[in-house]
């Protein structure tokens, strides 16, 4: 059964990190910019290191152009 986890993103930041806010909702900052896909790439790499999961298995739900998303971990 998937996982879906809530995500608050922060873009342009100086470090790359994630932080647990909540049961299952997240906080991250990405050092790139919200353009072409890079910030939702950046991301996804990002939540697959923090948690062990490989990057093919995690997609955006929902939130593709939104701060706010939400994401599927299979």
């Known amino acids: 059964m998937p996982r879906i986890i809530k995500v608050f993103v922060h873009t342009k930041a100086h470090d790359e990190k994630i932080e647990e806010t909540g049961l299952d909702e997240y906080e991250a ?24 999961v490989p ?12 701060r706010h998303k939400l994401i599927e971990i299979d």
């Open 29 to 52: 900052w990405i050092t790139s910019p919200p353009t072409d896909g890079e910030a939702n790439a950046d991301l996804i790499a990002l939540i697959s290191y923090q948690l062990g």
């Open 55 to 66: 990057i093919s298995s995690i997609h955006i739900k929902s939130g593709q152009k939104s």
